[in-house]
């Protein structure tokens, strides 16, 4: 069978790269050696960089060690509710 688009790895990177391939109509292998994919999108250290709950952005970005103010831009274009919705 052919393809248009390989993608190698199920995690989060790999799973919105094959939806966003497929969403444009193309034929998608998705290839990922662990058992199950999307693997760390289950992790959530603590909730602290999981931006895959559903705590207000501000709490999220406060609870990120370090600085984690570099978040407000992504979130102002995509936002831990959007990638829920994505997924």
């Given at each position: 069978?052919?393809?248009?688009?390989?993608?190698?790895?199920?995690?989060?990177?790999?799973?919105?790269?094959?939806?966003?391939?497929?969403?444009?109509?193309?034929?998608?292998?998705?290839?990922?050696?662990?058992?199950?994919?999307?693997?760390?999108?289950?992790?959530?250290?603590?909730?602290?960089?999981?931006?895959?709950?559903?705590?207000?952005?501000e709490e999220i970005i406060k609870n990120i060690p370090?600085?984690?103010?570099?978040?407000?831009?992504?979130?102002?274009?995509?936002?831990?509710e959007d990638i829920i919705a994505f997924f």
């Amino acid at each position: 069978m052919d393809f248009d688009v390989i993608v190698i790895g199920g995690g989060p990177s790999g799973l919105m790269a094959a939806i966003a391939a497929a969403e444009k109509n193309k034929r998608v292998l998705l290839v990922e050696k662990g058992p199950k994919l999307g693997r760390k999108l289950i992790l959530s250290g603590g909730g602290r960089c999981n931006v895959t709950n559903r705590k207000p952005a501000e709490e999220i970005i406060k609870n990120i060690p370090g600085n984690g103010r570099f978040m407000y831009s992504p979130f102002s274009e995509f936002n831990n509710e959007d990638i829920i919705a994505f997924f």
